[in-house]
T-cell receptor
Framework: QKEVEQDPGPLSVPEGAIVSLNCTYS??????FMWYRQYSRKGPELLMY????GNKEDGRFTAQVDKSSKYISLFIRDSQPSDSATYLC????????????FGKGTLLTVNP | KAGVTQTPRYLIKTRGQQVTLSCSPI?????VSWYQQTPGQGLQFLFE???????NKGNFPGRFSGRQFSNSRSEMNVSTLELGDSALYLC?????????FGSGTRLTVV
């Protein structure tokens, strides 16, 4: 079983839709959770950074972490064509562990 | 402020050669990590440096090595290149606000 599982998609939605992206993980030591957006031929760009369980909102983006279920989500409201990219979840346990473990990424296309 | 700078952006090398990639972190960031990204394996951790010391190493062969200089700039080296080393190599610098990635170096081994 991979440490982090992420549905690769591809996911295609109409402009204005609410998008839900998810990851599950198996390592209960993970405490820090991140979502990155990666455009083609670019490096990943940090969207959300959360610690432990709970919700965090930033503009059209909401990140949710449920440590009891080992499940994290990213919601995008009012999706725009410019949101078309690959979305990667990443996590680590903190402390003396400086390694990020990534999901494989979900390719999202928002159609005008 | 300037982001993470990686050079070169693109490289084509022949099997058996060696290559050195460079990364300049965000000013003030002392932690630098390296990742390999391929379509099949996704992003995989190579190693992490802080104040010139390697603190973590991923599960890669010894052909992959790195170092960090006193100004926090980092280099990674791959010796005896194999076709399977073709990938996007990403560098990230870290602060309490998370990990910021550069645009990467795309290495093609022919």
């Amino acid at each position: 079983q991979k440490e982090v599982e992420q549905d690769p998609g591809p996911l295609s939605v109409p402009e204005g839709a609410i998008v839900s992206l998810n990851c599950t993980y198996s390592n209960s030591a993970f405490q820090y959770f991140m979502w990155y957006r990666q455009y083609s031929r670019k490096g990943p760009e940090l969207l959300m950074y959360t610690y432990s369980s709970g919700n965090k909102e930033d503009g059209r983006f909401t990140a949710q972490v449920d440590k009891s279920s080992k499940y994290i989500s990213l919601f995008i409201r009012d999706s725009q064509p410019s949101d078309s990219a690959t979305y990667l979840c990443a996590m680590n346990s903190g402390g003396s562990n400086y390694k990020l473990t990534f999901g494989k990424g979900t390719l999202l296309t928002v159609n005008p | 402020k300037a982001g993470v700078t990686q050079t070169p952006r693109y490289l084509i090398k022949t099997r058996g050669q060696q290559v050195t990639l460079s990364c300049s972190p965000i000013s003030g960031h002392r932690s630098v990590s390296w990742y390999q990204q391929t379509p099949g394996q996704g992003l995989q951790f190579l190693f992490e440096y802080f104040s010139e010391t390697q603190r973590n190493k991923g599960n890669f062969p010894g052909r992959f090595s790195g170092r960090q200089f006193s100004n926090s700039r980092s280099e990674m080296n791959v010796s005896t290149l194999e076709l399977g080393d073709s990938a996007l190599y990403l560098c990230a610098s870290a602060s309490s606000g998370g990990y910021t990635f550069g645009s990467g170096t795309r290495l093609t081994v022919v």
